[in-house]
Nanobody
């Protein structure tokens, strides 16, 4: 099994920056993709950015050019650098990892960290 623990987040003014980090533990060699999703009040959880073990990235259109996802394979972490934050970026941000273990696919989530952007 894989466990994910997020850190970072908080309150920031519009135009500011924040950095989120997520540390993976457990069967880390089974992980393929890691990344971030978010869920605002009253809305569905949505993709923010992900990165595969091969380095391919996928970003939501709304964050392209402002957010950057990165992975440290030695430390088993994934980070999200968020710049030029907007009030509409306010949400709970969840770390995500997927992969295969014993031939079965899995999808794991962290507990989430709150990001609030004030106008």
């Amino acid at each position: 099994q894989v466990q994910l623990v997020e850190s970072g987040g908080g309150l920031v003014q519009a135009g500011g920056s924040l950095r989120l980090s997520c540390a993976a533990s457990g069967n880390i060699f089974s992980i393929n993709s890691m990344g971030w999703y978010r869920q605002a009040p009253g809305k569905q959880r949505e993709l923010v950015a992900t990165m595969t073990s091969g380095g391919s990235t996928n970003y939501a259109d709304s964050v392209k050019g402002r957010f950057a996802v990165s992975r440290d394979y030695a430390k088993n972490t994934v980070s999200l650098q968020m710049n030029s934050l907007r009030p509409e970026d306010t949400a709970v941000y969840y770390c995500n990892a997927d992969g295969h273990f014993n031939g079965s696919p899995y999808l794991k989530w962290g507990l989430g960290t709150q990001v609030t952007v004030s106008s």
